[in-house]
């Protein structure tokens, strides 16, 4: 299994950035590439529970997607099985830190010759990821 990590300390609490992953109108946000938007079919948000949504890119190609949540602890960590292809879990860790949190993202491709070949597009993605959920988590104030 190829596996692409990145993390990232963002000034927010850890029920703040929980709530960006479990309320499905702030994951729409920021969830994806920069640039991307997303139609959420279907949202259960527990374990087991399936994610169905459409990521519509900024050129106007659809990519349907379909998730389980696979392991969830509120407000450290949150496990997703995208269930379709290509094959991976992404597990999000989120540690209390003194000036917010560490949030660490953890992308396991099923298929290693696969994660090699989109390896270009899977590291700056995440990282853009991260970049619209500090976006988004900075915003809100409890």
């Known amino acids: 299994m190829k596996t692409f990590s990145t993390s990232r300390q ?3 609490l ?3 950035i929980f709530a960006a992953v479990n309320n499905p109108e702030s994951l729409a946000k ?3 590439p920069a640039g ?3 139609t959420f079919h279907h949202f259960e948000f527990k374990e087991g529970g ?3 949504f459409t990521m519509h890119g900024p050129d106007g190609t659809n990519y349907p997607n379909e998730n389980e949540f696979t392991e969830i602890i509120p407000n450290e960590k949150v496990v997703i099985a995208h269930v379709c ?3 991976f879990s992404l597990t999000i860790l989120i540690e209390p ?3 917010g949190s560490l949030v660490q993202w953890i992308q396991a491709f ?3 010759e696969l994660a090699e070949k989109i390896s270009s597009i899977v590291i700056p993605a995440n990282e853009q990821n991260l970049d619209r959920l500090t976006e988004v988590v900075c915003k809100i104030q409890i």
Do not use: Q, Y
């Open 36 to 38: 991307f938007t997303n």
């Open 30 to 32: 920021w969830w994806g």
């Open 85 to 87: 292809e290509p094959l």
């Open 50 to 52: 399936k994610w169905v």
């Open 110 to 112: 099923e298929n290693e």
């Open 14 to 16: 850890p029920e703040i």
């Open 97 to 99: 830190k003194e000036n």
């Open 10 to 12: 963002i000034a927010a």
